[in-house]
């Protein structure tokens, strides 16, 4: 199902009637698929390691609509949302500094 699931992501940038269908894709079909995939995966309640790498992978090639991680500011880390949780030190260590303080005084004020 999962190498299904890759071809039709690989093949088309249409593919939110997927849903939580991409949370068992293997890391090598997310890193393949259109960066998109990215809206789907916020949906999944855990991502395994492999997983993460991968989407580490993608927002590292700044082809996505959150862009390079560099020009990253507070309205994009939050509208990573969950996916926020899954960025490896590669990643945040690329956003500013700035950014990433103001995020963590929007959540710190959150609760």
């Known amino acids: 199902a999962a190498l299904i699931v890759g071809a039709v992501l690989s093949a088309t940038e249409q593919h939110a009637d997927l849903g939580t269908l991409v949370c068992d894709m293997e890391p090598e079909t997310i890193v ?16 395994t390691g492999a997983q993460r790498d991968a ?3 993608v927002l590292l090639e700044g082809d996505t609509v959150y862009r390079d991680p560099s020009s ?7 509208n990573l949302g969950p996916l926020v949780l899954s960025l490896n030190q590669t990643t ?4 500013a500094k700035a950014a990433r303080e ?3 005084r ?3 004020a959150a609760y």
């Open 55 to 57: 989407l580490n992978a």
């Open 102 to 104: 103001a995020f963590s």
């Open 72 to 78: 990253w500011d507070l309205w994009t880390l939050q």
């Open 32 to 47: 393949a698929s259109d960066p998109g995939i990215l809206e789907n995966l916020k949906l999944c309640p855990a991502l």
């Open 92 to 95: 945040l260590s690329l956003v």
């Open 106 to 108: 929007s959540i710190a």
